[in-house]
């Protein structure tokens, strides 16, 4: 039975709730999943009332909700991830982070920005009729979101930024979904709220984390702008419209420490590529040849940098926001799939080499210059041709900061993945040098990618 209530903040309107309902009637092959509780949860403290301006980085993002799941595996504590213990250290951590519980909108120039109008955050409780088994890796699909993540389109909640479920399993495991609007915060950024309220669920009583810098005037345009450098990862590959978006599969192929240390240690002239530049143009020589394209086409390679070590001076620590913008790097298609590996590492130090604060300076200005054009900052939603492959690590974050008290996440990673040809690079959970490589691509070439990519490690 669904039911609405809410102590911390206030319950979803009438029509939100009627499209709340219509969603939770859709049933998933992998299990049953029923809503018990839907509630707002609110600031636990009066919170300021205004606008945020946004920067051109937060416009050029997918607009668009990152959906991640957590799991946690069973524990003994009858307080074990207990709904109202969370949704009040939630409502306490949307204090310092108070934009979050406001709404996206638009100034009197139709110019996006966040209204902090401390209206809250989505919380749903439910319960699935399965074990985590069921779940198997938790490779990203559709299904997943739509099961284990909160949807704005199904809820009807216009504009907001922030939606979390807390799913239960038979086995007495748990799932956290969350889906944190990308013109809100970047992957760390979001990961830093997360993590603030896990900390505050397990009453941690050490170093305060910093408080949020919510300052994102601190990445905006010069005036006027100097654009020095040639921005192509922001034109559109092929020229002409986007291309309707092409069905896609996701797996995750992890890799142990032996296996990525054989592939650093197997480059050329006594080199050693760090790890990232080795898996990055092992998965780029993986995919060229997986998709089966002509020695002579073109190819591009694009990756996420993220500005707040870059700028300089460099962004406060604790910066909420986007800070996150493109590199790439371009070549022949043979020039990958068949040269050797610490050569295609080269591409890909060769294109983060230049990323520094004039580098930054130049590209805000240059998304300045386009955002004369009503859709210039829209490129996020683009498709991808076929040559072509988007890498993002997520080395170094702290993506498994969430301990709640119960100990830290089993797993953490993406619900989804929006398009073909888009690839996550994610720690393991233990430390124990593991990565994991989460992949999108084309049916038929992802059988060949899985093939291509342990025999290549085999050499």
Known sequence: MLKMKSQLGREPSPNNWRHLRLALTAQSSLMAVEILESCMVTPSEATPKHAVWLSNLDLLVARGHTPTVYTYRPCSDPAFFSPDVLKAALSRALVPFYPLAGRLAQDDAGRPEISCSGEGVLFLTARADSTLD???DLAPSDELRRTLVPSADAS?????????????????????????????ADGLAALDFVNAWAAITRGDAGVPAASPCLDRTLLRARSPPSVLFDHAEYSRRGGGESKPRVTFGSVILPMSKDQIDALKGGAGQGKRLSTFKAVVAHVW??????????????????????????????LPRGYFGNAIFRASAATKVGDVASGPLDAVAEKVTGATARLDDEYVRSLLDHLELQAADASGLRKGEWVMPETDLWVISWQGLPIYGADFGWGRPAF?????????????????????????????????????FKEAFYQELMR
């Open 134 to 136: 069921v779940l198997g």
């Open 156 to 184: 009807g909640l216009g504009g907001i930024l922030a939606m979390f479920q807390l799913t239960s399993f038979e086995c007495g495991g748990v799932c956290l979904g969350a889906a944190i609007h990308h013109t809100a």
């Open 285 to 314: 020589r993986c995919a060229c040849k997986a998709r089966g394209l002509a020695a002579t086409e073109d190819t591009r390679l694009y990756m996420t940098a993220d500005a707040r070590s870059r700028v300089h001076p460099p």
């Open 412 to 448: 953490m990673g993406r619900a989804c993945l929006q398009f073909s040809g888009l690839v996550y690079l994610v720690p393991g959970p233990d430390d124990d040098g593991r990565l994991d490589v989460v992949v999108a691509m084309e049916p038929e070439s992802l059988a060949r």
